[in-house]
């Protein structure tokens, strides 16, 4: 079954070991951790370890979602990469809208899906780490209107940030893309302005950015730096290629 099953309100869920023995070293897994139905108004999910369970490790489709900080999801609190910790599915599906909520300082490790698979996205995420998922560290998949402050894209076994989300409007700024699987960053159908960040080492192109599907009209890319180090073009435009290093 699952650990925490909600259909209702409740107001803050805070400082639970869910899918993890007591010591937090083997997994002690629930069908899902956290699951939501559509009526829950639940205000805040903070500093929980939600890790080692056999679907979503939060599974959330609630009115709107919650403050969501501190959390340690498909690890640890001592940041253990251990894919044996890691919720099966993704770390963090979130059916609903994530608007203007405190989104921040949380660790995605180890998930056997995307860290975040989110349908949309209005607000900031920042200071969180998408470390060793199996498949992206983070996916948006319908509408996305906000920013990625601070946070670090890494080792992830596809993109570290995937976005297909039409119209969307993204925000980058000062964020981490290092040893991702095959890309760093991608987005298509949407408008950004990608900043003080840095790729490293990903296996495949560090940043592609399609173009030709509704015709962008706004980017900026400012102050990132594109090592060498990646596998392929440094950074990628559908309509426009970089040429190859």
Avoid at 60 to 81: K, Q, S
Avoid at 88 to 98: A, F, K, P, R, T
């Amino acid at each position: 079954g699952n650990d925490i099953g909600i259909d209702g309100d409740v107001i803050v869920i805070e400082d639970n070991i869910i899918g993890l023995s007591k010591d937090q070293k083997q997994a002690m897994p629930n069908g899902t951790g956290i699951i939501s139905g559509k009526y829950v108004a639940t205000k805040k999910i903070i500093n929980n370890v939600i890790a080692g369970n056999i679907n979503n490790g939060v599974s959330y489709n609630g009115h709107t979602f919650p403050e969501f900080t501190n959390n340690y999801v498909g690890t640890n609190r001592y940041l253990d990469i251990n894919p044996s910790l890691g919720n099966g599915e993704n770390g963090l599906y979130v059916g609903s809208d994530i608007v203007n909520c405190n989104f921040s300082n949380n660790h995605f490790m180890n998930n056997g899906g995307a860290g975040l698979y989110a349908t949309v996205v209005r607000g900031t995420i920042e200071n969180c780490s998408f470390i060793n998922n199996k498949k992206e560290g983070v996916r948006v998949t319908w509408s996305f209107s906000g920013v990625f402050k601070k946070c670090n894209f890494e080792g992830n076994e596809k993109e570290g940030l995937y976005s297909d989300a039409s119209g969307s409007t993204y925000v980058v700024d000062s964020c981490d893309f290092s040893r991702n699987g095959t890309y760093g960053l991608y987005m298509s159908q949407c408008n950004f302005d990608l900043t003080n960040s840095t790729f490293d080492s990903n296996k495949g192109t560090a940043f592609v950015y399609d173009i030709t599907k509704y015709n962008n009209t706004t980017s900026l890319l400012s102050d990132n730096k594109f090592l060498r180090t990646n596998k392929a073009y440094p950074a990628y435009s559908t309509t426009n290629p970089y040429p190859a290093p």
